[in-house]
């Protein structure tokens, strides 16, 4: 079986996502851009963007780690919390 890449692997997710309500409370208006640099490093998903000086996030193709809500100390990230019902994402490869 050839190996597959993470890229790959990430393709095969499944999504039931709430588009209207995100399980993250974002600060896009923090402006600290060490903080920033880490989320940005961080998300997988790569679900925070940093253009021209403001901080955008989606919530959509969102992983559910909970890697931003650690580093965020709450300064970014004011609350998170696990996706409610159907809604969220269903991992397929390991």
């Not at 955008?56 to 696990?82: P, Y």
Request: proline share 2%; net charge negative.
């Amino acid at each position: 079986m050839k190996k597959m890449k993470i890229e790959d692997k990430l393709a095969l997710n499944i999504f039931h996502v709430d588009e209207e309500n995100s399980h993250i409370d974002v600060d896009t208006e923090y402006t600290d851009e060490e903080e920033i640099k880490k989320l940005l490093l961080a998300c997988p998903a790569e679900c925070y963007k940093y253009i021209d000086g403001k901080l955008t996030f989606s919530h959509l193709g969102c992983l559910e780690c909970g890697t931003c809500r650690v580093l965020s100390h709450g300064k970014i990230v004011k609350d998170w919390n696990h996706p409610i019902g159907e809604v969220g994402v269903t991992y397929k490869q390991g």
